[in-house]
């Protein structure tokens, strides 16, 4: 049974499209993450969220925005793609600090 | 963010063969590690974790050895199968517990 749910699992979207990116979970964890991956690289943590407390990396493009309604939705706003933000875009929950990531598959973005 | 790096970017090792994948973390305030292992176009897999007030954990062929004083973090994989071949992360929590970053992954490929 899927715990952390991307969608889509694909998106193409145009050079300035705004874009956004959909994660959901069914393990009630207080903590999310966005992570950015580009090919042969490490995730790289964009933001992460706990309980409703917005946490943003000190490099995280201004570009990028997150929301988070409920506990169980987050979500990844891409305001205005450039072509470097083509990148596998990884969710992941966990039920409280220093605890065990669940990650999900991922959703692969790519601009044109 | 965090700076997470591991010595070999490639391993190889005979099936049946013992692997050994290393990492250096750099904040010594970091108080829970992850092991992942990661396959192409999937979402990071959890393998093993350890606290910083564990110096070695063991799992099903699989084994954490973390030194606290040289900030290194080791995974052992016991009687590597092709099954094993993947991309290996070390991640760690940093300052507040919360972030999870990531080293830059060893590709791990077993020989049959």
């Known amino acids: 049974d899927a715990m952390v749910i991307q969608n889509p699992r694909y998106q193409v979207t145009q050079f300035g499209k705004p874009v956004t990116l959909s994660c959901s979970q069914t393990?009630?964890?207080?903590?999310m993450y966005w992570y950015q991956q580009k090919s042969s690289q490490a995730p790289k943590l964009l933001f992460h969220?706990?309980?409703?407390?917005?946490?943003n990396e000190a490099d995280t493009p201004d570009n990028f925005q997150s929301r988070r309604p409920n506990t169980s939705f987050c979500f990844l706003d891409i305001r205005s793609p450039g072509l470097g933000d083509t990148a596998m875009y990884l969710c992941a929950t966990s039920r409280d600090k220093s605890y065990e990531q669940y990650f999900g598959p991922g959703t692969r973005l790519t601009v044109t | 963010g965090e700076s997470v790096g591991l010595h070999l970017p490639t391993l190889s090792v005979q099936e049946g063969d013992n692997s050994i994948i290393n990492c250096a973390y750099s904040n010594s305030a970091s108080d829970y590690f992850i092991w992942y292992k990661q396959e192409s176009g999937k979402g990071p897999q959890f393998i093993i974790d350890?606290?910083?007030?564990?110096d070695k954990r063991q799992g099903q062929r699989v084994t954490v050895l973390l030194n606290k004083t040289v900030k290194h973090l080791s995974l052992q994989i016991a009687a590597t199968q092709p099954g094993d071949s993947a991309v290996y992360f070390c991640a760690e929590t940093g300052n507040t517990g919360n972030q999870f970053y990531f080293g830059t992954g060893t590709s791990l490929t077993v020989i049959p």
């Open positions: 969220y706990y309980d409703k407390d917005f946490n």
């Open positions: 393990l009630n964890h207080n903590v």
């Open positions: 350890i606290r910083s007030n564990m």
